[in-house]
């Protein structure tokens, strides 16, 4: 039996490896699609598939992971109450493997600190700004574009930036006991 289409020519995965060697060679701004194509040894056009711009690639399969921030989310037990909820999601949301590669630490650090990425980054952190205030409306059933629920994902947002850039100042240390200090620092400050 035949396979139709194309064959594979390369991963999202393989793509990442070679982009992220080239930005540590060169600088993200001095790598372009085509030295990205080259090094995998695909063209252009197919390169394009997998990623629609070199600004996503640092990014990842954004939308599968959001897909599964959704799932995470959805598991949490429905007497939990809301702010654990919301923590524990986002803790184990930004729970990465010791080997993944490219190394989370780079990724983190070439989105936060590469100027050329902020604009794409910030429409990246309003989608995932977005999935909490779903989850957020959807336990008090308001809408996700009420105040409180957007409220939320915006500070959740400033936490999760916030122990990033802690945890990229300090190799020593853990992101998730970061994460959960600032959630902590913040209902304390609150109180």
């Not at 060679?25 to 080259?38: L, P, Q, S």
């Not at 654990?84 to 990724?107: I, L, S, T």
């Amino acid at each position: 039996m035949s396979s139709r289409g194309r064959p594979v020519a390369t991963s999202h995965a393989a793509i990442e490896r070679v982009a992220f060697r080239l930005f540590a060679e060169r600088g993200f701004d001095a790598v372009t699609m085509g030295d990205i194509a080259a090094e995998v040894g695909v063209g252009r056009r197919t390169l394009f598939r997998y990623f629609e711009s070199k600004n996503d690639i640092p990014w990842g399969q954004f939308d599968r992971t959001l897909d599964g921030f959704r799932e995470i989310l959805a598991s949490m037990p429905a007497d939990l109450p809301l702010h654990e909820a919301v923590q524990r999601g986002v803790q184990r949301f930004n729970d990465f493997p010791v080997g993944a590669r490219p190394d989370h630490r780079d990724r983190m650090r070439l989105i936060l600190q590469t100027p050329a990425l902020q604009a794409h980054s910030a429409l990246r952190y309003a989608a995932w700004r977005a999935v909490i205030a779903e989850f957020v409306a959807a336990r008090l059933g308001l809408e996700p574009d009420d105040l409180l629920p957007r409220t939320v994902g915006h500070v959740c947002l400033a936490m999760a930036v916030s122990a990033y850039e802690a945890w990229l100042a300090d190799p020593d240390a853990e992101l998730a006991t970061l994460l959960d200090e600032a959630a902590s620092g913040l209902r304390d400050y609150l109180r």
